[in-house]
């Protein structure tokens, strides 16, 4: 659970932009002391762990793999993207599905929630297990270079283990997956 934050004395807005925004907070600390702190301000996003085919023992998972600037190269990943207004967490799963991977759901499960990096951001993602998933073709916006690829969930794990996977809300996702719905 969440404290409240502790007493707020200050907040100015330093930078917004299109995905974030930047607030420099003066606060009083739990200890007494007043801190200045730059928290990036975030929608929230959700994710999506997309299992495919019959296979129930080692199903499918749709990986991306997308570009990314400030990775300086391509990552692997889940299906994910940030909330729009007035959308719900499973909302924003079923849709970047559709967008990024081209895919549609029967079914979706809420796995957990997690804080990105929670020393200078807000930022929530509501990580999903999507299952009956049937693949069409993908939509990514102008600004997202992405392939889809279906690997079986051994091999995501594996991809986790030599870390060729490094995204942590993929890794997170795949791995709550693995040992709470699978047992992995």
Partial sequence: M?????NRLASRRAFAGRIVKVDVETIRGPDGSTLELEIIRHAGASAVVALTGPDRSDPGVLLLQQYRYAASGTLWEIPAGVLEPGETPVECARRELLEEAGA??????????????PGFTDEQIHLFLATQVTVGEPRPAPDEFIEVREVRLSRALDMIRTREMQDAKSIVAILYAARYRFDR
């Fill in 2 to 6: 969440v404290e409240p934050p502790h």
């Fill in 104 to 117: 549609r759901a029967e079914a979706f499960e809420h796995l957990t929630t997690i804080y990105t990096t």
